[in-house]
């Protein structure tokens, strides 16, 4: 397993912009398939976005448009860019990693996970 270290939450106006950070440890990462799920208070936690290891990506309803997932293999890291946030966007938002894994949209396909962001979008 990886261990993982989100960042770039916090609190942004509706309509405004967020890039979240995943960092990874360890070695191999471009053999990872990455993942962005989010969890709000009461509700379960829901696929974001993700970006296989092989460069897919893939994004959920809300997600397509406005939010963009990368990864840079040289820096071990994942982004999740997010434009035009909304208040329904308001969530922890976590990271997650799994070797090798296609279609990597389910949060049981993913093994290690980060501890999560806050992100908090005002209307």
């Known amino acids: 397993q990886v261990q993982l270290v989100e960042s770039g939450g916090g609190l942004v106006q509706a309509g405004g912009s967020l890039r979240l950070s995943c960092a990874a440890s360890?070695?191999?990462?471009?053999?990872?398939?990455m993942g962005w799920f989010r969890q709000a208070p009461g509700k379960e936690r829901e696929f974001v976005a993700a970006?296989?290891?092989?460069?897919?990506?893939y994004y959920s309803d809300s997600a397509k448009g406005r939010f963009t997932v990368s990864r840079d293999n040289a820096q071990n890291t994942v982004y999740l860019r997010m434009n035009s946030l909304k208040p329904e966007d308001t969530a922890v938002y976590f990271c997650?990693?799994?070797?090798?894994?296609?279609?990597?949209?389910?949060?049981?396909?993913?093994?290690?996970w980060g501890q999560g962001t806050q992100v908090t979008v005002s209307s």
């Open positions: 970006i296989s290891w092989h460069d897919k990506t």
């Open positions: 997650a990693a799994e070797r090798y894994i296609n279609v990597p949209t389910t949060t049981t396909r993913f093994n290690s």
């Open positions: 360890g070695r191999a990462f471009s053999s990872y398939s």
